[in-house]
């Protein structure tokens, strides 16, 4: 019998770029907790009316074993990523896939894989999709950058719009790269992996794009590892008034967010 799963298979060989796959699982993220410190999700209190998916974000490796690459919380109310947790151990330079897909169970489809747009009537009722980009004048702004991944099944990991929202583009491209290069010197020096947490603040006066749409008002990182045996933090916030990104204290970070939403960011371990 001829099935969607058998479909994947063929598409797969016939494309340099290999699709990704995630599953949208329980709130304890209990299929991914192993990309959060001390395996313990971010403590996130959404706004009043603000509905959030967690995904555990995963692909298929060459065996047809499902691996998770990183795990990420998703407003389907926003249709924008409120953070995506991942793991840093190293850094490659990495050939980037510049294809992006949607999650099809987030609307309902019974299908698990990740996969573009096309199929389904109801796609992209509760997430971005491509055609919200078109014209916008934003990027599709990673929060788990290509820049920090290792090998070429993480890069395509990343490359879902799960794991994206509209971003100014001179940020994106100027100021917010080069934070990421610098994040990669810091943790590079880390006794161990480092946990990440990178994650987005709505812009809720800028129209949305295609009315669908909320637009990333700021972007902001958490970073801790064990650096001489010792729990060290940091975080991040742009753009500031110049355009920059600001280095601050975890908790420091975590008043600035409390101006939009509550969220506790490493709530076992202190950082």
């Not at 389907?76 to 896939?97: D, H, L, M, N, Q």
């Not at 719009?161 to 971003?167: C, G, H, S, Y």
């Amino acid at each position: 019998i001829f099935t969607m799963k058998h479909l994947v298979f063929l598409l797969l060989l016939s494309s340099v770029c290999f699709f990704a796959l995630s599953e949208v699982v329980d709130n304890n993220f209990s299929k991914c907790k192993e990309f959060f410190l001390d395996t313990a999700p971010p403590d996130f209190t959404p706004p009043v009316g603000v509905s959030v998916k967690p995904i555990c974000q995963c692909i298929w490796d060459n065996n047809d074993k499902q691996i998770f690459i990183y795990a990420t919380l998703y407003s389907t109310t926003w249709k924008i990523p409120v953070y995506s947790a991942y793991v840093f151990r190293e850094s490659k330079s990495i050939g980037r896939c510049d294809v992006w897909y949607i999650e099809p169970q987030l609307d309902g489809d019974p299908e698990p894989c990740m996969r573009p747009k096309g199929y389904g009537s109801k796609i992209g009722t509760n997430q971005a999709v491509n055609n919200d980009y078109e014209n916008s004048g934003y990027d599709k702004g990673h929060l788990y950058p290509v820049l920090h991944t290792k090998n070429h099944l993480s890069m395509l990991a990343t490359s879902t719009l799960t794991n994206a929202a509209p971003q100014n583009k001179c940020f994106n491209r100027v100021a917010w790269l080069e934070h990421e290069r610098a994040v990669i010197e810091d943790l590079e020096s880390c006794d161990e992996a480092a946990y990440v947490v990178t994650g987005v603040v709505p812009d809720m006066q800028a129209p949305k794009l295609y009315n669908r749409v909320t637009v990333s008002k700021y972007y902001w990182r958490a970073t801790c590892c064990l650096k001489n045996s010792q729990y060290t933090g940091k975080g991040y916030f742009g753009p500031d008034n110049n355009g920059q990104v600001q280095e601050l204290t975890i908790k420091g970070l975590q008043d600035k967010l409390s101006g939009f939403y509550q969220i506790h960011i490493f709530p076992s371990i202190p950082c």
